[in-house]
């Protein structure tokens, strides 16, 4: 199994920024990849940015140039920088971590863009 615990949501003002942060662990040799998704009220989850072992990444066109997903192997963590925040960007953020046995999702934290 492998556990993943998000943090580093909020409330900002839009123009602002936030750095999200998806620790793993228990089997973490068996990510393929994770990535983050968002969840507004009443709407479906989306995908929003994720990244594969090898260090490739694939964004939502709705935050291409704004967001940027990294990893630190090191501490087993993938980050999501978010700069120039929008008010439609409000939603509960979801890691998922694809492994070699099937996906696992974080609890999701709370990232809220205030005018």
């Known amino acids: 199994q492998v556990q993943l615990v998000e943090s580093g949501g909020g409330l900002v003002q839009a123009g602002g920024s936030l750095r999200l942060s998806c620790a793993a662990s228990?089997?973490?040799?068996?990510?393929?990849?994770t990535g983050w998704y968002r969840q507004a009220p009443g709407k479906q989850r989306d995908l929003v940015a994720s990244?594969?072992?090898?260090?490739?990444?694939n964004y939502a066109d709705s935050v291409k140039g704004r967001f940027t997903i990294s990893r630190d192997n090191a501490k087993n963590t993938v980050h999501l920088q978010m700069n120039s925040l929008k008010l439609e960007d409000t939603a509960v953020y979801y890691c998922?971590?694809?492994?070699?046995?099937?996906?696992?999702w974080g609890q999701g934290t709370q990232v809220t863009v205030s005018s």
């Open positions: 990244i594969t072992g090898g260090g490739t990444t």
């Open positions: 228990g089997m973490i040799s068996r990510i393929l990849s």
């Open positions: 998922f971590s694809i492994t070699t046995r099937g996906g696992y």
